[in-house]
């Protein structure tokens, strides 16, 4: 039994695959890119090879082609020749392999056991942390899935597709629009007019709702849910971080009845409602609807939360409500900071998941002004930048108390609202004339007849 034990001492690691992805690369310059995808710099267990690959980066670098004498030179100008074992190691590396055939199977096998002396790493440091009574057990949590997910992201291969590689995709997506005689090709957010422009929302799209407190963020959230889950039946989610489920769902069956939330709240219902109130419900019922209800939620716990439904539940688009609620895990760094690092996470999460993730966002001060624009968006310009889709709610404040100001006749007793579409990475941008029926809270279509 002594041999396990001694085995387990020694940090995985396997010193042929290691010499032969460096022998393969100092017979060939063009093995070179192919191992890249995989290693690092100190993805070696040997330190001498290590100082070999750090030489062969170097001079690949340089536009150099890469072989004994080039990589020796390089290593005897750094100073590094000792630690790299001598020029007798680095010339004995190309007899180790016959050919570079197989460089990315030990690329490969390096990377895999370097990613195992990581995960041991991790563990050792967080089994340290885990006896130290003075840090909180959820912050060790959160630290490990941090890690882990740091390990996983940074280990993504890169590779390139040739031009005849991603035609043939790209003409499908195409043809099955042309075959299907749709108007939107995407996701469709139940508002004809913004699918002219937008063609529905697509797969890894980072899109931003912005508007004032109290014009009606949620409720345009919950409207565009409604139509997706409960019309369509297309698997949505629905982050949110300021409402309970329970006020949220409420809002949500008074929303599908068409009964004034109000009444719903106070108990004032008339015989009739509860019949509506019924099939609505029932409709709700049957969706597939998931509701994530976790106030002061974290950023890791929110990618951790997304990964997991979109996994167990297959859901095609999520909603979070909204961005100035969730958490960085480093509150000591300016609140800007926060927001950009939390931005670039969710439009990583859409490009990871594939599905489209429709954020929620306050904007400025000015926005009650003006017509709100791209520097309206609260706490930092990178949203502006990760952002793949931007639209803002407004309407005049006042229109909110004069009824002089409504929308026009046949469209009910709703306030007319503007939708501007301010920014689409791959479209058009315009204006979505909107009415939002207070007395339900949601929005419906200009156009609509009642």
Known sequence: MAAPVLKDKIPPHDDEAERAALGAMLMDADAIGAAMQYLR????????????????????DKSVKADILTVTGELRQNGKLDEAGGAAYVSSLTSVVPSSANIEYYAKTVQAYSLRRALLRV????????FNESMESRMILEETQQR????????????????KQIVPGAMKIIENAYNSKKEFTGIPSGFDELEKYTSGFHPSEFIIIGARPSIGKTALALTMTSHIAIKRKIPTAFFTLEMSEMALMQRLIAMEARIESNNLRNGFLKSSDYQALMDAAGNIYEAPLYIVD????????????????????????????????ISSENNFIPRYEQISEISRSLKSLARELDIPIVVLCQLTREAEKEKPNLSFLRDSGSIEQDADVVMFLHRERESDKKSGEQAPAGTGEGIKTSLILAKQRNGPVGTVDLVFMSKYAKFESMTKNY
């Open 41 to 60: 710099s100190g993805d070696f267990y040997s330190n001498a090879n290590n100082r070999v690959y750090e030489a062969i980066l170097g001079v690949y």
């Open 123 to 130: 563990s050792g440091e967080i089994s340290a942390k885990v």
């Open 148 to 163: 882990i997910f740091d390990l996983s992201d940074n280990r993504q291969a890169f590779s390139y597709k040739s031009a």
């Open 294 to 325: 976790m106030p002061n939620m974290k950023i890791l716990d929110l990618r951790a939360q997304a990964r997991r439904i979109r996994a167990q539940q297959k859901v095609e688009i999520i909603f979070i409500d909204y961005l100035g609620l």
